[in-house]
């Protein structure tokens, strides 16, 4: 492996290839964090509020609680930009020469992986609790119920793949310590032929 291999980058300086880019593990996981993301903001933003049919006043479906809500939509927003923001990175990554500017993105790459595993995990449980302790008289013409149920169960989505995005970007670091340990090793064995004194 040469040293453009390191921590999962193609050839350095290469033409952007759109179909391989596509088929890469990372970006169709990271496409499909992106869209569950969107999901869950569309759907608590559109439909997360109602109002009771005898009053103008509008509630956060799960339970009454904004929390809730305002958790879901800043979760969902936040989650969508930082989607955004990576496959980005992931298009230009291949072009970043510097082998510790490559492990830099690898290693934030885990991190917020990790981090989002984590918020979604929260968020499918606070969501998932609100809304089974919600009352029926609260909502009696159950408006909004489907959006409420594809918010939770998007959620949990994103836990598994936001866990799996952590997993691959793992694997990337791995690959790239690798590269690099065995770049730092290597001996041309012409030069040790060379170094080597013969005697005759």
Known sequence: MDGFQAYGAGK??????????????QTVVRILCWLFSMV??????????VNRPDSMEEFCIFNRNH??????????????????????????????????????????????????????FVGFCFLANQWQVSKEEDNPLNEGSDAARAAIV???????????????????FRLGVDSV????????PNQLDEATPTYE
């Open 154 to 172: 998007f959620s949990f989505f994103s836990v598994f793949t936001w866990a799996l995005q952590c997993l691959l970007a793992v694997h990337r």
């Open 12 to 25: 350095a300086g290469g033409a952007f290839d759109p179909l391989t880019f596509i088929r890469q593990p």
């Open 67 to 120: 929390n809730a809500c305002n958790y879901a939509v800043a979760m969902g927003t936040v989650c969508f930009l930082c989607s955004t923001g990576f496959l980005a990175l992931d298009v230009y990554f291949p072009q970043i020469t510097g082998v510790k500017d490559r492990k830099k993105a690898v290693m934030a790459d885990i991190g917020l992986s990790a981090l989002w595993t984590l918020v979604w």
């Open 181 to 188: 340990t065995l770049n730092q090793d290597y001996v041309d």
């Open 40 to 49: 869950i903001l569309g759907c608590v933003a559109n439909e997360g509020y």
